[in-house]
Structures are given as C-alpha cells and as structure tokens.
C-alpha cells in the first residue's frame, strides 16, 4: 500500500521554498485526497470539472475551506457555471474566446474576480489546447485579457510532449519559460505574470530547473493508478 503522505511529504521537501506543488488528483479517491490534506497538502488540482471535481467538493465537506482549488484540465464551455464555484484558479485559458466566456459569467457565480493562467500548447500538439508558443499569440491573448473585468491573468502553463524521458521535456519548459519573461515585460504596469506552472511526476524536477514556481504532481504521490 502507497504512503501518501511519506511521498508527499518527501516530494514537498525536496522542492525549492519557492516553488508550489499542486497535488493533481484525477481519478483518485476522496479518501486519498483526505489523506494527502491530512499530510499538509494545501493545493490540490483536478482536470474535469463534472462530474469529477464537482463531486470530490461536495463530499468533502468542510476540509475544503483547507485547500485552494486549481483547475489544471481542459474547461468545457458548458463546464464554466459548475467549474466557478469550485476553482479558484483556472489553470488552462488557452484563447480570448474562451476567456470571454468564462468572464461573462463570474459575477453570476458570487465572484468579483477570477484568477487565470494562459495554457501555453508549447509541444504544438495537434490534439492539445493552448496557445502557440511564440510571442504574437502571447501577446494577443494577453490584449484580449486586458478588456475583461473579472479574469485575472497570473502567468503561463504547459504540459509539454509526454516523454518517458524528462530530459525530453526540455526544450518545451525552456519555451514556455522565456514567454513567460516576454509576458511578464508586456503586461508591466497593467498586471502581473507571477506564475509558471510546468512539470508533473515524471519531469517536474527538470521543470523547475527550467524556471517552474509551480508544479503538478499526481503519480509521484498516489502511485500508478
């Protein structure tokens, strides 16, 4: 049987102080979300928003008031009215569409404000979502951003090309990084980029080499699934 909080408490500890680690909790249980809380995790990150995430929430009752909520999946548009309640960051805006969408609908769901980070698709996979990584599409998304009132950009995050080889993940962190310099410099004095979510279990120890402040990491504290 996997010690949960061993591995989180280890993983956690071989980190950098800056660096936040978000507990990506697909699939998994809500007592091993409760035993991962319990061991001091404080981040925990879903992928789907219903019936996932929107069910983990509600039976977990008030250890909820413990943890911020990270949406690190894909949101679907008839997703947003569920996903508002829960989230309190949206990890994957990957177009101003998208972003409109969403702000359309923040006040409705008793929120001023709606902290985001733009999904970079760094890999340019052709079955992924986000943004091409190069500074035009950074930048028009990011003029887009500036007209809506109530998302609030953070900074970037990727996934990256899945690679039994975290050295492989490489080149798409280092992208992902220097955009997120570029983004930073373009929204100076208007906002701020403070957030650069890459690496999960395999590759997060390359991610942070790379500049991550933020990683997600599932396996690597629940074991295989």
Known sequence: MVDIAARFNEIRDSLPDEVRLVVASKSR??????QVVEAGARI????????????KYEELGDLTDEIRWELIG????????KALPIFDRLQTVESVSKARHIDKRVEKAGRETVPALI??????????????????????????????SHLKLEGLMTMGPYS???EDARPYFKVTRELFEVGKDYVKGEGSMEVLSMGMSNS????VEEGANM???GTGIFGPR
């Open 215 to 217: 990683v997600r990491i």
């Open 204 to 207: 997060y120890e390359v991610a």
């Open 29 to 34: 249980s809500v007592e091993e979300i409760r």
């Open 44 to 55: 925990i990150g879903e992928n789907y928003t219903y019936p996932e995430a929107v069910r």
């Open 74 to 81: 894909h949101l679907q548009k008839n997703d947003i009215n």
């Open 119 to 148: 999904e970079v698709n760094s890999g340019q996979e052709e079955n992924k979502y986000g943004i091409d990584p190069d500074e035009e599409s950074l930048k028009e998304i990011i003029d887009g951003l500036k007209d809506l």
């Open 164 to 166: 039994g080889d975290p």
